[in-house]
């Protein structure tokens, strides 16, 4: 499948709508904790295992975008978008199955496995894509579409509790909530496919492609850098801060306030889901957008250094105030999001633009390693507190110790980056030679 070229005329404000429509979709993943107590209490699981599927979901995306990034750069978008639609839907249905027939490693496999590989090459699909369309405004522009899938739980949440209260939070009521996610993501997911289009390549007045403006680093070479590893311990531990508490969200802020006068429902808990997700939905468009003005190191620098700060006012207060608790976990989770959306602009600064949807693949295993670290910290840690007899805060308590280290390393890690040496830079003879096949053919005929 060749890469849809935009025809003269076409507005690229048509590109991020198409991003979106994949990314609010694969979004959903945001949204599995509200899965989490009916999947515990019909089969019987502890939150250490109804944590497995989501956590090799977020496992298999680092994994599949590491290994599909440089397919995804050579096939374009389209095809990677209809990649991600059969997978991400297919996932769905196969742990529909698994739920009917109360085998819980169906819905691993199919959520987890299946799915997570929808995930990761729809999550890079549209990076480069987009980024080629805005070069202005790199940060703003994956902003845009990573932004939807910071989203999807917004949409997901609400509509996945919905659904288990209409048809019962036993594993029939699962199943069938699962086959219509399937059959609903794909259809949205359609219109990305039919609607993306990859810009048109400028050429010099010989007729060959021009090549891209400044340093260029391969996804081979980027992986020789230290500044490439640098971004990825940013990135990793920016991602276990967050994802852990994003994945126990719901039960987390019962379990905060059940000794309290206020208790949360269970309604009420799958809203505060829905607030983080329109949270970091939020932050990945604004903090990214941010980026442009002011730089990606000192917006890591905030990411980092104020989440620390807001870990601590949980830990040390949070059990005491609702409002602060919930503003708290709002910032955090926009600085989460903002992270996300931050790192491929970054990594447009310091490789280029020659192969950045690829290097951009390879990091996101940072996301898969942080997808296990961050729900196995903080279930794995809840369940021995529960086990020891305490309860509400003081379930979490080391968890949240433990998340202000990671957010410290990273921004160690973080100030250390540098601009990447020259001996890494591509030349211009190389770089031309690495456009796309289809696309030096046609120069080379004009």
Known sequence: MSPPVAPVGWSRWLVPPAALSIHLSIGQAYAWSVFKPPLEEALGLSGTQSALPFQLAIVMLGLSAAFGGTLVERRGPRWAMTVALVCFSSGFLISALGAATQQFWLIVLGYGFVGGIGLGIGYISPVSTLIKWFPDRPGMATGIAIMGFGGGALIASPWSAQMLESFGGDNSGIALAFLVHGLAYAVFMLLGVVLVRVPRVEERADGRPATPDGPQVSARQALRTPQFWLLWVVLCMNVTAGIGILEKAA????????????????TASAGFVALLSAANMAG????????????????????????????????????SSKPLFVLCALVVLSFYGGGF?????????????????????????????????????????????????????????????????????????????????????LDAVTAEKGAPRARRKRAESA
């Open 251 to 266: 039960p987390m802020i019962t379990d905060f306030f059940a000794d309290t006068s206020t208790p949360v429902s269970v």
């Open 341 to 425: 959306a931050t790192i491929p602009a970054y990594l447009k600064d310091l490789f280029g633009t020659y192969q950045v949807g690829a290097i951009h693949g390879r990091l996101l295993t940072a996301w898969s390693t942080a997808g296990v670290l961050g729900p196995l910290i903080v279930n794995w840690i809840a369940d021995r507190q529960e086990e020891a007899g305490k309860h509400g805060a003081d379930l979490y308590e080391t968890s949240l110790l433990i998340m202000m280290a990671l957010l410290a390393v990273g921004f160690v890690a973080n100030e250390l980056v540098r601009p990447v040496h020259p001996s890494h830079h």
């Open 284 to 319: 990945r468009i604004g903090w990214s957008s941010a980026s442009d003005l002011i730089g990606r190191k000192n917006i890591y620098r905030v990411y980092l250094g104020a989440g620390t700060l807001m870990y601590a006012l949980i830990a040390l207060v949070g059990s």
